[in-house]
């Protein structure tokens, strides 16, 4: 009877022993990172306990496991273990619904580490809004760098640390950030990287760029025979408008927005047009260039009134020549010729 009884409370105690190597809840870390995408990750640092043989994910959504090699949610236990930590599980790909970690701690079994569930919903995902004002200074350095980042923190679990792994101007990190807006200024344009964690170790990264505004440039002077030119402003850079003006009159086909609009209605001179790039938010001021296009009046021609000359006979010719033009050639449909036919008094024989 006593031979029993000892078998039987050393058996409890061998079980209660091997059970002690599984996990609990109380002192197993969770966390979750939502995906817009519906591509969640969860994350479970197990405080107690021994590494155990195998996890799986159990979607109480479903009923089904929905782990690697039972479903196509991934499992990777190679994360870097925190002091502390005996062992950890993470789970991705994982779709919106509720689970629970399933944990082989052999040789005691099973637990279950999630509580009621764990829950994934990308509509509680880690988002980074985003706003941009451009640097309206092409120097570099000190009082010329001017542009600005607004980076709008929400969703996922606050608060939030701010690094800049890519900066072309040097910003410092910030820790333990609040949701909402935080504008980071007095940045030179380039390319910037930042980088946000939220308390879950949740990570977005987002790449922007901080545009510099495009010096102008109206092209080369011209001089045209007529009252229309082709102009060669430079094109105005992303959230850009360039718009050229000019004297009273003149015209811009197509519009006065096209960097190489034809400038029409020229008056006979000198005509001096502007050409002028601003920032779509009007956040710069805007800086202009000039183009004086001198326009000459048409070339006119006059070959003189007609003459009747008899066979072997010559005429002598009377030309004329105006406005623009500087010389003239004389031709002929018949088979005479001219004594000079650069000469507006030409003879033709």
Known sequence: MNRFVVTFILLISAAMTAR???????????????????????RAYFLN???????????????????????PVTVNTSL?????????????????????????????????????????????????GVTID????PLTGGANADGSITLN?????????????????????????AAGNHTFSNLDGGAYTAQVTDNNNCVYSVNINVPVTTMP?????????????????????????????GPPGVTFSPDANTPNAVAGNLST?????????TDTNAICPGSSDQVTITSDAPATVDAGAPQVICSGSTA?????????ATSATWTSSGDGTFDNAASLNAIYT
């Open 153 to 177: 923190l929400s969703g996922g679990s606050a608060p939030y640390d701010i690094t800049w792994p890519t900066a072309v101007t040097a910003i410092p990190n910030t820790n333990n950030a």
């Open 217 to 245: 440039n109206a092209g080369a002077d011209q001089t045209v025979c007529g009252s229309s030119a082709t102009l060669n402003g430079n094109a105005a850079g992303t959230g850009e408008t360039g718009t050229w003006t």
């Open 316 to 324: 002598t010719l009377a030309g004329s020549i105006g406005g623009a």
């Open 80 to 128: 870097p273990l925190p002091p502390g930590v005996v062992a950890a599980v993470e789970f991705g790909g994982v779709p919106n619904g509720d689970y629970i970690i399933r944990v082989n701690c052999s040789p005691s079994g099973n637990v279950n580490i999630g509580g009621l569930g764990i829950n994934v919903n990308s509509a509680n995902a880690l988002a980074v």
């Open 49 to 71: 306990g021994t590494p155990a043989l195998s996890y799986f994910l159990f979607s109480l959504t479903t009923g089904q496991y929905v782990s690697d090699p039972l479903g």
């Open 20 to 42: 002690a190597g599984c996990p609990t809840d109380a002192s197993t870390v969770i966390e979750v990172c939502n995906d817009a995408g519906q591509n969640g990750t969860i």
């Open 269 to 277: 001179g000198a005509n001096l047009l502007t050409w002028t790039i």
């Open 134 to 137: 451009p640097d309206c200074n």
